[in-house]
């Protein structure tokens, strides 16, 4: 029981463990109040989604700092590898000030027209979507290179080798469950996009609100996941 505990006090006391939290919540309120009808938990599902924003606002020097660091991804084992990780870098980075400007609009300290507003707010939500595209990219080669190490390593050790088997084995199973969160993330980030957007505003608001909930188990899933599997 302790474990459990200390468990969840170490994911709350992260900024990526609360969101991860803070998101659930949100989206669970909302899908609550989309099957039952009821204006109030959604509203208080927009308010969390609103609070996890307010916190967005503040990334913007961590961002630049990873983005400086990382450089041209000349770390990286391939030339496809650092020029994902750049472009991931430079869509991350365009997101935050854009967001940035829709807040201010929402709130009336940047004067926009209506038109202006509403394609400010539709850049937003591609750069979203861009995002996770370049993750699954991302994760997708990952996997790859997983798969082709562990068939290299099941015909080098014959008989032999079999812990390593194993964590190659743990490693493929998040990445293909990292995969498919991705996927129902851009489908949910996708829907949020205006009419004629590929699935734009096709998909009905509980669908959606079920779909991001989903997301967001498999988030926290994840993280104890990593913890349990990958020592």
């Known amino acids: ?51 996890r924003m307010m916190l967005r606002l503040f990334d913007d020097i961590p961002m630049i700092r990873h983005t400086y660091s990382y450089g041209l991804g000349r770390q990286e084992s391939s030339t496809m590898a650092a020029a994902l990780g750049v472009l991931a870098n430079m869509v991350d980075q365009a997101f935050l000030p854009v967001e940035k400007a829709c807040w201010l609009q929402e709130v009336g300290v940047l004067k926009l ?25 991302q994760t997708v080669r990952a996997i790859r290179q997983l798969w082709w190490s562990r068939d290299c390593l099941r015909h080098s050790c014959e008989g032999g080798g079999s812990e390593a088997r194993r964590n190659l084995d743990v490693r493929l199973t998040l990445q293909a469950v990292t995969a498919g969160k991705l996927l129902l993330d851009i489908t949910h980030a996708v829907s949020c996009l205006p009419e004629g957007w590929l699935w734009g ?11 991001a909930t989903t997301s967001s188990v498999i988030g926290i899933a994840m993280y104890f996941a990593k913890k349990r599997l990958l020592k």
């Open 1 to 51: 029981m302790s474990s459990v505990v200390e468990d969840i006090c170490e994911l709350l006391d992260s900024y990526n463990g609360r969101d991860k939290v803070v998101r659930l919540a949100c989206y669970t309120l909302k899908l609550y109040g989309c099957i039952k009808g009821e204006k109030p938990w959604q509203t208080a599902g927009s308010r969390l989604s609103n609070a």
């Open 113 to 137: 027209s209506d038109e202006t507003a509403e394609r400010l707010d539709v850049v937003s939500t591609a750069l979203w979507a861009a995002s996770l595209y370049i993750s699954l990219l």
């Open 201 to 211: 505003e096709r998909i009905g608001s509980t669908k959606v609100a079920a779909i």
